[in-house]
């Protein structure tokens, strides 16, 4: 079978809130205020007894889902081993669920992602990986461009011979609406390096996760 295709390896420009201007945070009150003003325009009453928490804990979870703006990939990757032994090996992770939302509805996309490298000296923890994929996924997201600003952090930072990054993930904003069309996958794939420029190695990473 031939390889997903190849995602741009464009460079993803630091700054996650493209354009800039961002405006001001809101307080908790005016995103609460907000949460209120859609339960209304879904059609139910805010002050029914069920609904009278509920813009707080939609602010809570917030927090939550878009925590990822306030960590900072590069950040992360830069405890790195140079104990290595000589390891020079592919280092693959494989099948690390995520959950991310989609920029466009602003509802989830729940996937799993793979992630290797090839050293080139440097080793790093390999929980550090799945926290670089949160830091991007707990972001309004698009998955090409989550795909692409996880290769290219690695690359930056550990200046590894290649990274390759593939994630399979549902939309809801596909599967709850719109087409309606439950149970289909999108996968994107992002291969720098040896990972792009040598097929042998790109096959022996397919097959690590199950794609060859
Ligand atoms: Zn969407």
Not at 76 to 100: P, Q
Request: aromatic share 6%; net charge negative.
């Amino acid at each position: 079978m031939t390889p997903p295709p190849v995602a741009s390896s464009r460079p993803i420009p630091k700054d996650h809130r493209e354009g800039g201007g961002a405006t001001a945070r809101p307080s908790r009150a005016d995103a609460e205020a907000a949460a209120r003003t859609l339960i209304c325009w879904a059609g139910d009453d805010p002050d029914r007894e069920g609904l009278l928490d509920t813009p707080a804990r939609v602010v809570r979870s917030y927090e939550e889902f878009f925590i990822g703006y306030s960590q900072d990939p590069e950040e992360i990757l830069r405890t790195t081993f140079e104990e290595t032994e000589g390891y020079d090996e592919m280092v693959v992770l494989k099948g690390i669920a995520f959950e991310s939302h989609c920029e466009h509805h602003m509802v989830p996309i729940i996937g799993k992602a793979s992630i290797a490298y090839l050293p080139n000296n440097r080793v790093v923890g390999i929980s550090k990986l799945v926290r670089v994929l949160e830091a991007y996924a707990k972001r309004l997201q698009i998955q090409e461009k989550m795909t692409a600003q996880i290769a290219n952090a690695i690359n930056e930072v550990l200046n590894p011979k290649g990274v390759a990054v593939v994630v399979e993930a549902e939309h809801q904003c596909m599967t709850t609406r719109g087409v309606q069309k439950p149970g289909v996958a999108m996968v994107t794939s992002t291969m720098l390096g040896a990972f792009r420029d040598d097929a042998s190695t790109r096959r022996e990473f397919l097959a690590f996760i199950g794609r060859n």
